[in-house]
């Protein structure tokens, strides 16, 4: 019989509380929108805990930097960039062919890239670019990496959200 593991987290739980004891050597995570923010602060936590950490962003050289704050405090960091503009399908098919090249398990998907704009403007495949970026792009890149998160199980996909649906009208 296995005993529950039960941990309570709250707003102001760090990445400490939350990974504390837990060594992801042997992971392969890809996160998508690791430039700034939550996704950058994730990229760092779970290299920091030895996870293989693959950066998906459309901003590369803003990607880069990001990486080299990681790998200048944790020389042992496994962290990689990753092409993948999520408002473009071909852009995020030609990322999903390049991790299945170079990547033969996925253990955690993060789906954190996101975009907002006052004004609604069109993707280059004709979408809206907020729908496009955060939903359209993320479907699409997790129907193309299904086969590997399965045959890399236990796996996990994770989506994450914001408040900004609270600013429409």
């Known amino acids: 019989m296995t005993t529950p593991c039960i941990r309570r987290f709250h707003a102001n739980s760090s990445d400490d509380d939350v990974l504390k004891g ?11 929108g690791t430039t700034s923010g939550l996704g950058a602060e994730t990229a760092r936590a779970l290299a920091m805990r030895g996870a293989r950490v693959i950066m998906a962003n459309r901003n590369m050289s803003a990607a880069q930097k990001v990486k080299e704050r990681i790998c200048d405090a ?4 496994h ?5 993948c503009d999520l408002s473009s399908l ?3 098919r030609d990322a999903a062919i390049a991790f299945l090249m170079r990547y033969k398990q996925l253990h955690v998907l993060i789906l954190n890239a ?6 609604p403007t069109k993707s280059r495949d004709g979408y809206e670019n907020t729908f496009a970026t955060n939903h359209l792009g993320h479907f699409y890149l997790t129907k193309l990496l299904m086969n590997v998160l399965r045959s890399s199980a236990p ?5 994450v959200s914001s408040i900004c649906h609270a600013n429409t009208k």
């Open 74 to 77: 944790y020389p042992e960091a």
């Open 79 to 83: 962290v990689e960039l990753l092409q």
């Open 90 to 92: 071909a852009s995020v």
């Open 114 to 119: 996101g975009v907002y704009g006052p004004q």
């Open 22 to 32: 837990i060594d992801l050597t042997g992971k392969t995570v890809l996160i998508t």
């Open 155 to 159: 796996s996990r996909v994770v989506v």
